[in-house]
T-cell receptor, first 115, second 113 residues
Framework: DSGVTQTPKHLITATGQRVTLRCSPRSGDLSVYWYQQSLDQGLQFLIQYYNGEERAKGNILERFSAQQFPDLHSELNLSSLELGDSALYFCASSALAVTSTDTQYFGPGTRLTVL | DAKTTQPTSMDCAEGRAANLPCNHS???????VYWYRQIHSQGPQYIIH???NNETNEMASLIITEDRKSSTLILPHATLRDTAVYYC??????????????FGQGTILTVHP
């Protein structure tokens, strides 16, 4: 158990819909990362937040957005869903302190199926 | 982050040591070598990381060559539960200016009874 929690575990929805994935980082970790894993693209970095602010952006679609709240949990919002958005979505957290080696610890993931 | 090259797949007998190689010939002086594994669609699991010295923890050992252009992850006594995809990642660590982990295709390790 990494200490990172993600809800829900599974999500089945239809094209055009909007969903929200939730992530709670490990206690004390200030940074949250979102990754997408699809069969054809592998594990890809989407976005990073640090203490409530966006820190880095990867290959995140404009239909996707994220935020990190004052209690440090994060939500990934996916809208206008397409079949190709079906994937595993992982959240990771790290301390992101200047003196740390900042290892990222991953949650169990949310499996999104778009029908 | 420097690019890494790993074999696509490897086999290992249960109870034997599994040695997973990784080539990172373009690694920079401030880049660490990280290893993660992913067991069947679970979240990637952190294994170990190192800069230039060999490292050991309860899961594995990491051997980094003196020129730092390659490394080997060693699982000393592989079990069936070690069957997974193993990812070697090179990245800058620490500070406030880094971000993502860049996952390649990894090595599929299959441990046989």
């Amino acid at each position: 158990d990494s200490g990172v929690t993600q809800t829900p575990k599974h999500l089945i929805t239809a094209t055009g819909q909007r969903v929200t994935l939730r992530c709670s980082p490990r206690s004390g970790d200030l940074s949250v990362y979102w990754y997408q894993q699809s069969l054809d693209q592998g594990l890809q970095f989407l976005i990073q937040y640090y203490n409530g602010e966006e820190r880095a952006k990867g290959n995140i679609l404009e239909r996707f957005s994220a935020q990190q709240f004052p209690d440090l949990h994060s939500e990934l919002n996916l809208s206008s869903l397409e079949l190709g958005d079906s994937a595993l979505y992982f959240c990771a957290s790290s301390a992101l302190a200047v003196t740390s080696t900042d290892t990222q610890y991953f949650g169990p993931g949310t499996r999104l199926t778009v029908l | 982050d420097a690019k890494t090259t790993q074999p696509t797949s490897m086999d290992c007998a249960e109870g034997r040591a599994a040695n997973l190689p990784c080539n990172h010939s373009t690694i920079s002086g401030n880049e660490y070598v990280y290893w993660y594994r992913q067991i069947h669609s679970q979240g990637p699991q952190y294994i170990i990381h190192g800069l230039k010295n060999n490292e050991t923890n309860e899961m594995a050992s990491l051997i980094i060559t003196e020129d730092r252009k390659s490394s080997t992850l060693i699982l000393p006594h592989a079990t069936l539960r070690d069957t997974a995809v193993y990812y070697c990642i090179v990245r800058v660590a620490g500070g406030t200016s880094y971000g993502k982990l860049t996952f390649g295709q990894g090595t599929i390790l299959t441990v046989h009874p």
